[in-house]
Each structure stands twice: as structure tokens, then as C-alpha cells.
Antibody, heavy 120, light 111 residues
Framework: QLQLQESGPGLVKPSETLSLTCTVSGGSITSSGYYWAWFRQPPGKGLEWTGSIYYNGITYYNPSLKSRATISVDTSKNQFSLKLSSVTAADTAVYYC????????????WGQGTLVTVSS | QSALTQPPSASGSPGQSVTISCTGTSSDIGGYNYVSWYQQHPGQAPKLMIYEVNKRPSGVPDRFSGSKSGNTASLTVSGLQAEDDADYYCSSYAGSNIHVVFGGGTKLTVL
């Protein structure tokens, strides 16, 4: 069974870069047709897509993040990562890593989520 | 302000049916058959309940069903059970620029 696990610092200072890694187990990150995404959910609020990557490195980002997000993949480690620069308190959220098919369908595999707080 | 509009709350008694709406535009819900619904219990990750408007992933009870008419998608939960008490979010593919949008969520209370 596929499992996704987020890891990274739980506290980031304003203006710095948030860095998270998702480790995939029970399946290959190079499986054809699957995209690997980051979603986030501010405390008490709804879900927001951050960006997605295909194993060949093609990326798609939420335009609202204004180029602050970078997603990369390391197929040798079966991991993908998120970097979000110039963070503010508005970036405080639970961050989830997710597997989905094209057009964001069949997004049935989610990590447990990790809370990242932006505070000095 | 979420791109898709959901009622903030819905409720029903055990055994009853409840329908949650999700209204978008012709650029998202109305333009594609890629609407998904997620269930989220407090402190847990979202769980996919419906995808591609009306398909259920393996393991999701057939009490959950989805539909779409024009720019509005709907999730119907029949035979309400206590464990259905949760937040529900809709999402839709929105084209190659915006990619995916979400509703603000509906808190379903089983009375």
C-alpha cells in the first residue's frame, strides 16, 4: 500500500524559506501517469493546491504563490520536495503531500500532513 | 474567498439523506468532468470520496454519490450515519493556468 510521509522543520522565520520533503513508500515515484503534489490548509480554513510535479521534472504551480514555490523530485530516493521562499504568517498551514492523476483526479493518497508555523 | 462556493453547513438525522452543493463557473465545474469531493475529520488528512463527478474510489460506501448540472456539482449522502459527521470539500480542474480550485468546505452535522 502506498504511503506518503512529510518531513521538515515545524517552525520557519518570516522572510525565510520553508523546506519540506515527502518520502514515498510502497510504490515508485516514477510510476507512469501519476503526479506528486503539495496541498496546504491554514488552521481552521480550507484546502489550497500549492503545486505538482511529474517524475520527469515537469512542474505546475498555483499562480497565486507568485513564483515563490519550487517543487523538485529525487527519483533515487523516491522523494519529492517543496521550497517556499519569502514566507509570511499567511503561509502557516498543515502541508500535505499527495499523489494524483492528470487533471487532479483520483487524489486518493495523502500524507498525514505536517504543520509549519511561520513566526519569529 | 474560495473559487468554488459551498454552503458553510448542512445537517441531517441518522438515516436521512443530505445534499451538499458546490457552485463554480464554466471555467471549472462547467467546463470539465473532473470534480472531486473530500471528507475530512478533525485532525486527519482529507479522504477522497468522489472523483470525476460521480465515481467512488474503492472502499467508499455507495451511500455517497456525486452529480453535476451546469456549473454546480452536488454530493449526496444517503442513510446518514454518525461517522459521516465531518467537513466536506469539493474541487474541480480549472484548466492549464489555474489548474485546480477548491470550495470553502461544508460542515456536515449528523444530528
Amino acid at each position: 500500500q502506498l504511503q506518503l510521509q512529510e518531513s521538515g522543520p515545524g517552525l520557519v522565520k518570516p522572510s525565510e524559506t520553508l523546506s519540506l520533503t515527502c518520502t514515498v513508500s510502497g510504490g515508485s515515484i516514477t510510476s507512469s501517469g501519476y503526479y506528486w503534489a503539495w496541498f496546504r490548509q491554514p488552521p481552521g480554513k480550507g484546502l489550497e493546491w500549492t503545486g505538482s510535479i511529474y517524475y520527469n521534472g515537469i512542474t505546475y504551480y498555483n499562480p497565486s504563490l507568485k513564483s515563490r514555490a519550487t517543487i523538485s523530485v529525487d527519483t533515487s530516493k523516491n522523494q519529492f520536495s517543496l521550497k517556499l521562499s519569502s514566507v509570511t504568517a499567511a503561509d502557516t498551514a498543515v502541508y500535505y503531500c499527495v499523489r494524483h492523476l492528470r487533471y487532479f483526479t483520483l487524489a486518493s493518497d495523502w500524507g498525514q500532513g505536517t504543520l509549519v508555523t511561520v513566526s519569529s | 474567498q474560495s473559487a468554488l462556493t459551498q454552503p458553510p453547513s448542512a445537517s441531517g438525522s441518522p438515516g436521512q439523506s443530505v445534499t451538499i452543493s458546490c457552485t463554480g463557473t464554466s471555467s471549472d465545474i462547467g467546463g470539465y468532468n473532473y470534480v472531486s469531493w473530500y471528507q475530512q475529520h478533525p485532525g486527519q488528512a482529507p479522504k477522497l470520496m468522489i472523483y470525476e463527478v460521480n465515481k467512488r474510489p474503492s472502499g467508499v460506501p455507495d451511500r455517497f454519490s456525486g452529480s453535476k448540472s451546469g456549473n454546480t456539482a452536488s454530493l449526496t449522502v444517503s442513510g446518514l450515519q454518525a461517522e459521516d459527521d465531518a467537513d466536506y470539500y469539493c474541487s474541480s480542474y480549472a484548466g492549464s493556468n489555474i489548474h485546480v480550485v477548491f470550495g470553502g468546505g461544508t460542515k456536515l452535522t449528523v444530528l
